[in-house]
């Protein structure tokens, strides 16, 4: 257990309406993630971040931003929720690794279900 | 760039029938890393394993077994004597060495049947 939560953990919300979504951890981890679940997909990475205001974009960015003002929680917001950001989405931690310190094995959260109708 | 196929999309097996899931990356690192996990019906995402592409040695973990061959770019994952609680989907990734950032598979969804 990472010490990994998620809230919501569900949520219906109409088109336009902004949302922000909360990944916390307890454990001081360097690096937290955002990614989205889809059929067909797989996992894809929405932002990440490296450490207290420090982001950086993923693979699938347009729509969504990010902060994280503490170590413990990094937020996910969609400005203006459209029907294609229905998804699940999943927070991350991880740590580098090792002697040569650069793996990066990531522990997930609960995940949370975004509907947007 | 980096890319995991999983060109597996179902597989069904009957329980105790032996399973091998297919991972094929592509990476222009030397250093790089490989992983699986595991995500039941629940929904959670459950880590695996993790391998360095510096070692090349099978792993086994009671039923588990990952075989990484280099030569094919490939990370197998191989189920021994399957159960029904190890119906889950299954999902490769890559990370290049010093890289934070993980590129998954799309996924390959087991059924096992009683």
């Known amino acids: 257990d990472a010490g990994i939560t998620q809230s919501p953990r569900h949520k219906v919300t109409e088109t336009g309406t902004p949302v922000t979504l909360r990944c916390h951890q307890t454990?001081?981890?360097?690096?937290m993630y955002w990614y989205r679940q889809d059929p067909g997909h797989g996992l894809r990475l929405i932002h990440y971040?490296?450490?207290?205001?420090?982001?950086d974009k993923g693979e699938v960015s347009d729509g969504y931003s990010v902060s994280r003002s503490k170590t413990e929680d990094f937020l996910l917001t969609l400005e203006s929720a459209t029907s294609s950001q229905t998804s699940v989405y999943f927070c991350?931690?991880?740590?580098?690794?090792?002697?040569?310190?650069?793996?990066?094995?990531?522990?997930f959260g609960p995940g949370t279900r975004l509907t947007v109708t | 760039a980096q890319k995991v196929t999983q060109a597996q999309t179902e597989i069904s097996v009957v329980e105790k029938e032996d399973v091998t899931l297919d991972c094929v990356y592509e990476?222009?690192?030397?250093?790089?890393?490989l992983f699986w996990y595991k995500q039941p019906p629940s929904g959670e995402l459950v880590f695996l394993i993790r391998?360095?592409?510096?070692?090349?040695q099978n792993e086994i973990s009671g039923r588990y077994s990952w075989n990484f061959q280099k030569s094919t770019s490939s990370f197998n994952f191989t189920i021994t004597a399957s159960q029904v609680v190890d119906s889950a989907v299954y999902f490769c990734?890559?990370?290049?060495?010093?890289?934070?950032?993980?590129?998954f598979g799309k996924g390959t969804k087991l059924t096992v049947n009683p």
């Open positions: 454990e001081n981890h360097r690096y």
């Open positions: 971040s490296y450490g207290v205001k420090d982001t």
């Open positions: 391998r360095n592409s510096f070692d090349e």
């Open positions: 990734a890559l990370s290049e060495g010093g890289s934070e950032k993980l590129v």
């Open positions: 991350a931690i991880s740590d580098p690794l090792g002697a040569d310190r650069v793996a990066y094995e990531q522990y």
């Open positions: 990476t222009r690192d030397t250093t790089y890393y």
